[in-house]
């Protein structure tokens, strides 16, 4: 069985696993990391996004051998390392507005939201509606209008 | 049931001190609580069943005699343990219960530590969660337990300081002595303790002294959820348990007839075991993605189900045909309003796929599952295992929502018998196409109203609901074979028929009034979805309500004024008016709508504004679909008593979100047999794109001291504004839901294999 060698939450890892076995199934079944949730591996809900070299990417749609060793994977476990705190001020930001419900889709929204805000900042822009619409996240639960609050409240702190 | 003319706070409660190391305080389930009824003028109608005992009165009935106990602890630490006999899927269950022990303790909110309890056949019906039920049965039960608690830590600190206990004062998880003497519980917990179990009362906190229930909290479980700690049944680690799904019958309910090459499956990579179960063929691997793999090979014959040749014209063909006459007399000089309401199948399906964790030996079992109905599910598992209910432990696991779906242990059933024919734990999980295709369903039905009126009063009502069977069969036939004798609707129903009795009332003096419900038996796999009834038969009942509002020349708001019943309701109706500027103008092609609804004890009104405009109709999306896009929703809600405002105002927002789905975009459409849906680009539940940018809920002041059901009060409302608001704004009556129904907006995917392979393309949309 081959091994893939990449850099998961700032930790180099190696794991033996087939080739064509998707990186969330890596993460969660062999490495028992279980922020980022099996919603339909369809590359739909976008329960499992996670962040790929600092982008947003769904984990259910890729396969391990596509990542290489110095890929950087950040899970939502490994998100507060990046803005060096016990809390990403996104994260923050969701407990300021008691967003979640379950909380079944919510590393994947907060993990979207960031990445989202990165890429609105780096065009010099502030996060609009518009922008917030092409969330494809899915919220079963429905709390919306508190997921949009709490990016734009995330996003004044980022 | 029970009358109960002095409030709650001059009486006393009964519960016991149970001999344990440290201080253990347990209760009864309380009976059921009253509420006050107030007749009203116009043509009154005689109460409905619903107005008299409604289904979470017959919740609480059914609970009140058994003599299982809920056990609040207190630890040396100080901390309150309290495991609560009902299933969290964020509703924010646990957190309420936080509350109310932190309240009646007098111990930060912090210090208190809520698990979920085992199925314990014990408690007989006192473990079912569903109804909007858990704030109302467990109130009194859980404050009791922790009322007693903090009262015997008093009286332990005063025979400690020779000292009167009614000297001394709680807060913060301590005890204060009248010269300053202090003891923290972690300290007195030990001192605190029962040698034998004796029984005591308690008094309850006045609410004019709570300091934490009725106010906002945060929910206790949020920075585990933020930080990806907060454990689903998938991400538990139990030992030996490996990925296991199943390939599944391209008919619901198929069955196997051959595995034609078993050992080639057996042969991949991963793959350590492959199972023939009741539905489709069990694969076990070391990774789902292996199990993925396996179901794209797996050649099976298979059995068609019973449905094979359904589809949904079939289905409304025969609802059709079932359609009761109506029977209300017809005065002479009255004109009529008749409309007839078609709504689809609908998906309970939660974000979370069903799944559970099953490791079945030879004399004993463990699962874990988010089960509603723990108790049924170990009942049942152990039958399918041969096995006593004593030997099979159910642990209730934290679920990823469940909108009814969890009433059913499908999944838990299924991984008892893979575990079983594999000797060999499991973690099995559906796929989300077979959340969507072989999963419960929100039943098709029609709704046939007719509403007579003369000379300014609407003389009747009468609504007949005809759908494809519900099934109920996760436990509530107990609960009726218990109570039967005592309701007021024996004799001659089906179950469905009196859960519909006891759901369904209507809030208007609309003279003689009729809603009946009459089901199809097609065995298609139905249950409860959010709401259960609510949703359809309000929806059809609102817009019957503009249409007469508009023949008798009056606006919405202010028929329904002269007519609602309940000066609750009237109350949240004005409220929802005034602040949500009903009448303003609305540009062409939008239109405001207003819906009012009472049940589980609430009343709520909602508000929306639509916006069916060429523009907003024809928005560009790929993989999704659009359409008309409701703008605004304002939420008005009187919940009785607020447990804590800032779920409830979370419960209202995710109503909102469900009636607008199921007004507007979401069903399943069928055909050969099975839905065609497959992912959520296929069911279109409300998204970020047709989701309202203008979301306000407003908590009406309490209205009582005793908390209404909130978890589902807000879909019936929402949904019938949605079609009220659509009907205005476009000038139409809207007769079949959800509006998009007749276009099939998406692609469907294979039937099989039963759970397609994942795509392999995800860092081509990397952002």
Redesign the interface.
Known sequence: MPTHTFILNGEQVSVNAEDNVRLLWVLRDILGVTGPKYGCALDVCKACTCHINGLAFNPCSVQVSDIKPTDEITTIEGLPATAGADLHPMQQAWLDYDVAQCGYCQPGQVMAAVALVNQVQAEGREISDADLDGLRNICRCGTYSRIREAIRAGAQRM | MVEQDCPLTRRRFLGYLVAAPTLAVAVDAAAGLARPRQAEAAVPSLPQPEEILDLGDMQDLAAAPTSGLITVVIGEDGTASFAVPRAE????MTTAIAMMVAEELDLPLGDVAITLADARPELLMNQLTGGSNSMRSMYVPVRTAAAIARQRLVETAAAKWNADPAQLTTKDGVVTGPDGQTASYGELAVAAAADTTISVTAQLKAQSDFSILGTPQ??I????????R???T??L?VPGAL?TMVARPPTINGTVASVNNEQAVLAM??VTDVAVLTHGVAIRA?????C??AIQVIDVTWVPGTLAGQSDDTVEAQLSAALPDLTAPLSLIAASVDAEFFFAFASN?????DNAIADVRADSAEIWSSLKVPIVAQGEIAAALDLPASAVTVHVT????S?GRHLFHDAALEAAEASQKMGKPVKL?W??TDNFRQGRTHPMCVSRVRASYALGNVLTYEQRHTSVQTDFGHGLGDMVTATAAQLPVAGGLTLSQTIFELTQSSPYDFGLTIQALNEIPLQFNTGSMRNIYSPNVVCAQELVVDQLASKMGQDPVGFRRSFLKDERLLAVLNTAAEAGDWGKAMPPRTAQGIAVHSEYQGAIAVLVEIDCTPATVSRPIS?GVTGPRVTKALVVVDAGFAINP?GLE?QM??????GIALALTSSLHIAGGIPLEG???DYF?????N???D?EVIVMPDTSDSPSGAGELGVAPTMAAVACAYARATGTLPTRFPINYGTLGFTPLPLEPST?Q??????D???
């Open positions: 899927v964020g509703q924010g945060s929910r479980d949020a920075r585990d959820i933020v930080t990806g907060k454990q689903f998938m991400d680690q990925p990579p991963g070391q990774t789902f993605g292996q993925i793999d399906s939660p974000l979370e796929p934290e679920g990823g929502g909108f999980s796929s989300r993989n800032l979370a927002i995710g109503g909102v979100q469900d992912s959520w680009d539940y409300t998204r970020e794109w989701t309202p940018l979301v397609p994942s795509p392999t393309n995800g860092l949309s990397t952002f």
